[in-house]
């Protein structure tokens, strides 16, 4: 088992292969993304090595089957805003953290109209695959949620309790699963639960210094 952590791999802008590493990992993740919430699930599955795993909220397995159920639910209307993505190399591995406000379709909930605002950090392993990147696995730093009524000023009415009996990272996107018929899994990587994304970094860590 390392000590060394991902994160501390210094920044080193004289490798210029290093630079375009980094360069073409950010446009794939961007470009996943837009595929994503643009319904593009064949390119979106490009993006992907064929064996690749997705761990989100909602599902935990084969990224096959991730892109399968996307598609079935129609994309589910969610659209994804993206603020920075941070990119660490070790060779042929890579580990990448992008910060995005995920924005729900605008939804019903309990006879109002509410919109969603999931805030959280996409955290990707990636690895060069006969010299083109692609993603390995795709995982969810979940930050908080809110969920906003869409005539500003009006009270929302929830079940207070059922809300509060979820994770507070994302008890919004799980109220609002819990009425599609889904479940919100309870142990997700998430900023209210430090050790949660401690494991995951140090899972990272150990697999790109292997």
Not at 71 to 91: M, P, Q, S
Not at 101 to 110: A, T, Y
Not at 183 to 206: M, Q, R
Request: proline content about 3%; hydrophobic content about 35%; charged content about 30%.
């Amino acid at each position: 088992m390392t000590d060394k952590k991902f994160y501390d791999i210094a920044l080193d802008q004289s490798d210029k292969q290093a630079i375009a590493d980094r360069a073409e990992i950010r446009e794939l993740l961007e470009y996943e993304r837009w595929a994503r919430d643009n319904n593009h699930y064949d390119l979106e599955a490009a993006c992907y090595s064929d064996d690749a795993i997705i761990h989100v909220s909602w599902y935990d397995g084969p990224a096959k089957g991730y892109f399968e159920s996307v598609a079935k639910a129609n994309g589910g209307g969610a659209k994804h805003k993206i603020f920075y993505t941070t990119v660490w190399l070790n060779g042929d591995k890579a580990i990448a953290e992008m910060s995005v406000m995920m924005l729900s379709p605008r939804i019903e909930v309990d006879g109002q109209k509410l919109d969603l605002h999931s805030y959280a950090r996409i955290f990707t392993r990636l690895e060069k695959q006969n010299g083109v990147w692609k993603i390995l696995s795709g995982d969810c730093i979940y930050e908080r949620d809110e969920l906003v009524p869409v005539v500003p000023g009006l009270p929302i009415n929830i079940d207070t309790k059922e809300l509060a009996s979820y994770r507070e990272s994302y008890q919004g996107l799980c109220y609002v699963l819990a009425r599609t018929g889904m479940e919100g899994s309870n142990d997700e990587a998430g900023d209210d639960k430090p050790e949660t994304v401690e494991k995951l970094y140090n899972d990272a860590s150990e697999w790109i210094f292997s």
